[in-house]
T-cell receptor
Framework: TQLLEQSPQFLSIQEGENLTVYCNSSSVFSSLQWYRQEPGEGPVLLVTVVTGGEVKKLKRLTFQFGDARKDSSLHITAAQPGDTGLYLCAGVQYSSASKIIFGSGTRLSIRP | ETGVTQTPRHLVMGMTNKKSLKCEQHLGHNAMYWYKQSAKKPLELMFVYNFKEQTENNSVPSRFSPECPNSSHLFLHLHTLQPEDSALYLC???????????FGPGTRLLVL
């Protein structure tokens, strides 16, 4: 069974602090997506990384795809209460049986 | 209406009931998906439809029966469910493939 492990599962930090969320697998992915889900809503795509070693920035969020395309990280600088939510990574494989696999998520809470 | 809508937002049903979940996308996409999101488990892909044709059934029990009458509408018919089927059921759509999926807000299902 292929798994995407996210860590930490829960994170509660003070506003203004930095944090990193990790997404790891033993499988290689064609691309990796990061979503944020708020209570009562469905996940919303933040970014897709495709190339090994790729780094993408979205304001205070920095996403990196591992060189071997097996892992990814999300770094948030100067966290704000509006960053609170469930962060999900999802790995996509394009092959004879293409599929998408989601990580179990990181629940982030930013205290004012 | 814009984006992906789901009805009902909340549903409580007994194990002998029959109910249906509805999803509608207003984005002109060709692919639609059903996912199950349970507490403490990763988001699980259930069914995939491309151009109204089912292209993936991720070993889902037959008590879940999908229907896709056209590219804009997707249903999930439920019958004789079990308490462990209680979860958030999310619908998503995309133009093609796994990239940039747009999720609906979900239906919170409780099976008693």
């Amino acid at each position: 069974t292929q798994l995407l492990e996210q860590s930490p599962q829960f994170l509660s930090i003070q506003e203004g602090e930095n944090l990193t969320v990790y997404c790891n697998s033993s499988s290689v992915f064609s691309s990796l997506q990061w979503y944020r889900q708020e209570p009562g809503e469905g996940p919303v795509l933040l970014v897709t990384v495709v190339t090994g070693g790729e780094v993408k920035k979205l304001k205070r969020l920095t996403f990196q795809f591992g060189d071997a395309r097996k892992d990814s990280s999300l770094h948030i600088t100067a966290a704000q209460p509006g960053d609170t939510g469930l962060y999900l990574c999802a790995g996509v494989q394009y092959s004879s049986a293409s599929k998408i696999i989601f990580g179990s998520g990181t629940r982030l809470s930013i205290r004012p | 209406e814009t984006g992906v809508t789901q009805t009902p937002r909340h549903l409580v049903m007994g194990m002998t009931n029959k109910k249906s979940l509805k999803c509608e996308q207003h984005l002109g996409h060709n692919a639609m998906y059903w996912y199950k999101q349970s507490a403490k488990k990763p988001l699980e892909l259930m069914f995939v439809y491309n151009f109204k044709e089912q292209t993936e059934n991720n070993s889902v029990p037959s008590r879940f029966s999908p229907e896709c009458p056209n590219s804009s509408h997707l249903f999930l018919h439920l019958h004789t469910l079990q308490p462990e089927d209680s979860a958030l059921y999310l619908c998503a759509s995309s133009q093609d493939g796994w990239e940039t999926q747009y999720f609906g807000p979900g239906t919170r299902l409780l099976v008693l």
